[in-house]
């Protein structure tokens, strides 16, 4: 394989609660309409990504996958993951409230759905001043306190609220109750799943009337009723953490993140990896290049997402100021 930064076409998802912040705040050319989410780099099946750029334009994730195995993901990703890409990245565009849902655990979701579960990380990149989200149970609910709420309507008094400003970061592990609220743009990290328990979503109707579909009784067995206070990964970005590249955000069996303020260019040794790299640009600009490739660089703006595949030994960002998320598995 030719190593290279790989950059993939967006896949753009209406959704009922989506609008146009995915063109406003990360330049997208987004249709018009109600856009929830760009798939920046899917194997999810019916929604894999395709290649954009340089010696393997046309190609799809799996293409790769197929034809390079290890070269791509690496061995000891393979040797985890099997050749399932086993990360999903996405920009979400919540112009109104989310349903309130949750993700079965890896055993629910292969028991049920022959899937993964489905852990994330949220970033948030722009949110509208007192813009919140759901995350996790308020101290002292149990299944019967939940279902009762559910059927009288007040489920959110039992839900923990945390209002967000951009660059906050949280760790939604599978059996947590959640929603994104109306007024945020974020990044999403997340095991490749698109399995999702609907609980409440506000009674709203779409254009023919019609409500959309509850997994009451599949939800109820896969939350996890217990009261945490561990999701917010930070509250916001210090000083002294300006002056480092690195500062790690989470480190989990399923992925990993790294945030990077770079206010000049560095080069990545990435010899002693045995797997991919993700790079989401999430402010300023850069250029990423590979050392054995450079005429093969990604100019990459806000809002772009580039594959770093396993047999890139070594790589070149240039940028005057960006920060960026790292992940890997």
């Not at 290890?70 to 993951?81: E, K, N, P, V």
């Not at 899937?115 to 759901?134: Q, R, T, V």
């Not at 290049?289 to 890139?312: F, H, N, Q, R, Y």
């Amino acid at each position: 394989m030719q190593p290279y930064p790989l950059v993939f076409s967006p896949i753009y998802k209406e959704r009922i609660w989506g609008g146009q912040g995915l063109r406003t705040f990360l330049n997208k050319d987004i249709p018009q309409g109600q856009i929830g989410e760009s798939w920046e780099l899917s194997g999810v099946e019916g929604s894999v990504s395709t290649v954009s750029n340089g010696l393997y334009q046309g190609l799809s994730l799996n293409d790769l996958i197929q034809a390079f195995g290890a070269h791509l993901l690496g061995q000891s990703t393979i040797d985890r993951f099997g050749k399932a890409f086993p990360i999903l990245i996405k920009f979400l565009d919540a112009k109104l409230d989310l349903s309130i849902q949750v993700h079965p655990s890896d055993e629910l979701a292969r028991e049920r759905h022959d899937s993964f579960g489905k852990n994330e990380m949220w970033y948030i990149l722009h949110a509208d001043p007192n813009a919140k989200l759901i995350v996790g149970f308020k101290e002292g609910v149990d299944q019967e306190k939940y279902l009762n709420a559910l059927r009288e309507k007040r489920l959110t008094d039992l839900l923990e609220f945390h209002k967000v400003k951009p660059n906050d970061a949280f760790f939604i592990d599978t059996g947590t109750i959640h929603a994104i609220g109306a007024g945020i743009v974020l990044a999403e990290i997340q095991q490749t799943s698109d399995i999702t328990y609907r609980v409440y979503d506000f009674d709203r109707t779409d254009e023919a009337g019609n409500k959309r579909a509850l997994h009451t009784e599949l939800a109820k067995d896969a939350l996890n009723y217990d009261h945490k206070t561990t999701y917010k990964l930070k509250s916001e970005t210090t000083a002294e953490a300006t002056q480092a590249p690195f500062s790690t955000l989470v480190q989990t069996p399923y992925f990993s993140t790294n945030e990077l303020c770079l206010e000049s260019s560095i080069e990545r040794d990435l010899a002693a990896n045995d797997h991919f790299l993700i790079y989401l640009v999430v402010e300023g600009q850069a250029v990423f290049e590979s050392a054995e490739l450079p005429d093969l660089s990604v100019d990459a703006p806000v809002g772009t997402t580039i594959l770093i595949p396993a047999c890139c030994k070594k790589i070149r960002i240039h940028t005057n100021s960006c920060r960026l998320l790292e992940v890997f598995v």
